[in-house]
């Protein structure tokens, strides 16, 4: 397995432990389609959230619209740093999303592409992240 898929599955594991911690069951798909997790409560587990984790050693700031098609509702977690200090940055739509681009929402590249990237986020970038971060309502409200 390589480093970058090692990071991914290790910023899985880190989103499920936070969910676990706040008494929500998680289930890892057999298929990896886009869907990294599945939120339940043992209540009801009828109703669920399927997750889509991004997980990096440093920072990245870099969306795709694509990510959002994989399954209705599900909720995109941005794992940052995860080697040294981890944040999570958890957006439940499109919007929550538009709103951490700012201005670049109405970038060709956002617009017309459909994706997003920065390698080494400004100040700017990391202020409007900080409305995301550890947003965990976003998946608990939902079961």
Request: proline share 4%.
């Amino acid at each position: 397995m390589s480093k970058s898929a090692l990071i991914g599955k290790a910023g899985e594991m880190l989103v499920a432990a936070e969910l676990m911690r706040r008494g929500i069951y998680v289930a890892h798909p057999a298929y990896d389609g886009g869907i990294d997790l599945l939120a339940f409560r043992e209540e009801v587990p009828s109703r669920v959230v399927p997750i889509q984790v991004k997980a990096r050693a440093g920072s990245c700031y870099n969306f795709q619209k694509a990510w959002f098609n994989k399954a209705r509702g599900i909720v995109l977690v941005q794992v940052w740093n995860l080697t040294t200090k981890p944040a999570c940055y958890i957006f439940g739509s499109l919007d929550d999303v538009c709103q951490a681009l700012g201005d670049h929402s109405s970038s060709p590249s956002w617009r017309d592409k459909g994706g997003y990237n920065v390698t080494n986020p400004t100040n700017v970038h990391l202020e409007r992240m900080a409305l995301h971060h550890e947003k965990w309502d976003r998946i608990i409200s939902r079961l």
